[in-house]
């Protein structure tokens, strides 16, 4: 479970808008990312994102709302498992400074990734001096909700990005993007959960 924690939060990212003739911008839609063999689907909205997880018989679900509100919904029919576990904010506070804090510098290197136009970015994790290479297009342009802050300034919508969190390194592909809505009740808590601190999950959770 706790890979599965880590994997949903590296699928947070951000990027700025920018212009270009052949440009697909989105207001709202649903971005898919391949993460370390697992599929993650981003339903995006104004400030809010829902990131969804299935892996094995686990659904999982992470809600977002700028830096002000962190939740992971997990459901496990066959455990009979319904845990929420929303953030406390001292708990959001230590989340967001575990994030990486990047530095970006263009190169002229580029390629093609599922059909997106990419350059070469490299990211510098300036708390750990961790360097990774970044892919960035600008094919397209979204709200911040579509995968998160830490890349606000890299020069494009992120494409394929790597990160380390909680002691794992995760590599994010998009693979598709469309303006597709999500279902209703996507952004929020369902009935019937267990609401509980993100503290309470971690020690729920199995050690791997």
Request: aromatic share 10%.
């Amino acid at each position: 479970m706790n890979k599965l924690f880590t994997a949903v939060v590296g699928l947070a990212l951000s990027a700025t808008a920018l212009s270009a003739s052949a440009q697909k911008s989105y207001t709202e839609g649903l971005a898919v990312y391949e993460a370390n063999g697992m599929e993650g689907k981003v339903y995006f909205k104004g400030d809010s994102s829902a990131t969804l997880i299935q892996s094995g018989p686990a659904a999982v679900k992470r809600l977002a709302f700028k830096d002000e509100y962190s939740a992971t919904v997990i459901d496990v029919p066959v455990a009979s498992i319904k845990w929420a576990a929303v953030a406390t904010p001292g708990e959001l506070e230590e989340e967001l400074a575990g994030l990486p804090s990047f530095t970006f510098t263009p190169t002229s290197e580029t390629k093609v990734i599922n059909g997106f136009k990419c350059t070469k970015v490299t990211a510098k994790d300036t708390k750990s001096n961790t360097t990774y290479d970044t892919w960035v297009t600008k094919d397209i342009s979204a709200p911040s909700s579509a995968f998160g802050m830490i890349y606000a300034k890299a020069g494009g919508f992120p494409v394929q990005f790597t990160m380390s969190m909680m002691g794992q390194t995760i590599t994010n592909t998009l693979k598709a993007i469309s303006d597709s809505k999500a279902p209703a009740g996507t952004f929020g808590i369902p009935a019937g959960f267990e609401r509980i601190t993100m503290t309470e999950l971690k020690a729920r959770s199995p050690k791997r």
